[in-house]
């Protein structure tokens, strides 16, 4: 059996070692039980890198235009796409929508394809929740200004303007005060409890809020 690994890709010095960490780990257990593993990662100052780890590393960019090219030349059986943070997810749902693994019949290990869409598409994961009778603040995408308004005007104070590319929630407060509100997607429905704040103030006024 032969399974492919997605890493992390290309990082900043000291982000994402969790993933080096938690990939390295999978990788390990697969050899354990005989599992040929094949690894995308292009960055050489990883663990998961290192001479002797994985059967086969290919220093190449995970994207599914280099993904796909190495499913053809390898055909595994299976594909893990939880161990490599953000960059492996989407590389995984590309390869997914693209028909890459249907046609190369390669099975998503771990994680399944329906629950990462669910998590990642915000309305999807609202729905979700609501689904199994979790309660959920009001929320909606916006992708364009008039219709941030149009949710705007359906929403409780303090509203959450998420932005997951950056890993964090800004919100509205009171006269205007934007918040910088790390994990903040985690509060009540109609509010933030128990959240630590700090912030600076001009001329008596708090401008800016951090969580």
Known sequence: MRVLVLGSGALKIGEAGEF???????????????????????????????????DRIFLLPVTPRFATRVIELGEPDGILLSFGGQTAL??????????????????VLGTPISAVEATEDRELFARTLRSIDVRVPHSGAAHLLSDHDAHRLHARRPRIRDRPERGRAETHGRGGVHYVAPGADRGGPDGLEGARVRGGARRGRQLRHRV
């Open 20 to 54: 080096d960490y938690s990939g390295s780990q999978a990788i390990k257990a697969l050899k354990e039980e005989g599992i040929e593993v094949w690894l995308i990662n292009p960055n050489i100052a990883t663990i998961q890198t290192s001479p002797g780890l994985a």
């Open 90 to 107: 989407n590389c995984g749902l590309a390869l997914h929508r693209q028909g890459v693994l249907r046609r190369h019949r390669v099975r």
